[in-house]
C-alpha cells in the first residue's frame, strides 16, 4: 500500500515570498491532517480535514496560511507571505476514520522549509 | 494548560535497563490515544495504540488512566535501537501531539 506523498521534500525561500506544499494522502483515507514542526518541538496541528471540509483550524495564522482538499483526496498548504519563524518541518498524515474515535494516523515524510 | 504534555526528559539509560514516561491530556472527552516514535529528521511512525485495558507488544507497554487523564509507556530491556523521541497523541475530535520524550539508551 502506498504510503502520504509530499512534495516538494525541501523547499527555500526568502522572506515575504510564497510557497505551496502539496500532499496526496493514503487512499481511501477521509482525514487529513496538516502539521507544523518546529526543530526541538512536538507537531503541531495546523489543520485537520474530513473528507473535504474542515475539522479544525485553529492553529492555523489565517493571515497567511491557507490549505484546501479538493474533492476530498489532495491537499495543498500554502503560506503567503512567509516569514522567518515558518522556517519549519511541514507534515501531512491521513488516517481512515476520524472524529472522537479516530484510528491511528500515519505520516509522510514532510516538506523541510527554510526561510531566509 | 497544554491539551498534551509530555515528560520532556531526556532518559538516558543503559542497555537492558527499563524505562518509563508518562503523557498528560487535559480533555477528559479524549477518546483514543497513541505512542509515536520519532527517529531524528525523520517523519513519526505508529508504535502502537493505547486501549483502555491497557497493551502490551514485546517490551513495549502502554497504560492508560482515564481518571488521572495519562498515558504512560514502559520500555523494558533497553536496545540501543530504542533511541528516539516518543510523542504522545490524544484524540478527541482533533489529533494532538506532545512535544517528545527524548530517551537516548547508552552501551
Known amino acids: 500500500e502506498a504510503g502520504v506523498a509530499q512534495s516538494p521534500r525541501y523547499k527555500i525561500i526568502e522572506k515575504r515570498q510564497s510557497v505551496a506544499f502539496w500532499c496526496n494522502p493514503i487512499?481511501?483515507?477521509?482525514?487529513l491532517y496538516w502539521y507544523q514542526q518546529i526543530l526541538g518541538q512536538g507537531p503541531k496541528l495546523l489543520i485537520q480535514?474530513?473528507?473535504?471540509?474542515?475539522?479544525?483550524d485553529s492553529q492555523l495564522p489565517k493571515d497567511r496560511f491557507s490549505a484546501e482538499r479538493l474533492k476530498g483526496v489532495d491537499s495543498t498548504l500554502k503560506i503567503q507571505p512567509a516569514k522567518l519563524e515558518d522556517s519549519a518541518v511541514y507534515l501531512c498524515?491521513?488516517?481512515?476514520?476520524?472524529?472522537?474515535?479516530?484510528?491511528?494516523?500515519?505520516f509522510g515524510q514532510g516538506t523541510r522549509l527554510t526561510v531566509v | 494548560r497544554k491539551e498534551v504534555e509530555q515528560d520532556p526528559g531526556p532518559f538516558n539509560v543503559p542497555e537492558g535497563a527499563t524505562v518509563a514516561f508518562n503523557c498528560t491530556y487535559s480533555?477528559?472527552?479524549?477518546?483514543?490515544f497513541f505512542w509515536y516514535r520519532q527517529d531524528c529528521r525523520k517523519e513519526p511512525k505508529l508504535l502502537m495504540s493505547?486501549?483502555?485495558s491497557g497493551n502490551e507488544d514485546g517490551r513495549f507497554t502502554a497504560q492508560l488512566n482515564r481518571a488521572s487523564q495519562y498515558i504512560s509507556l514502559l520500555i523494558r530491556d533497553s536496545k540501543l535501537s530504542d533511541s528516539a523521541t516518543y510523542l504522545c497523541?490524544?484524540?478527541?475530535?482533533?489529533?494532538?501531539f506532545g512535544a517528545g520524550t527524548t530517551v537516548t539508551v547508552r552501551a
Open positions: 498524515a491521513s488516517s481512515p476514520q476520524g472524529g472522537a474515535t479516530a484510528t491511528e494516523a500515519f
Open positions: 493505547v486501549y483502555s
Open positions: 487512499s481511501g483515507h477521509a482525514t
Open positions: 497523541a490524544v484524540n478527541d475530535y482533533k489529533l494532538s
Open positions: 480535514f474530513q473528507n473535504n471540509g474542515v475539522v479544525d
Open positions: 480533555n477528559s472527552a479524549s477518546q483514543s
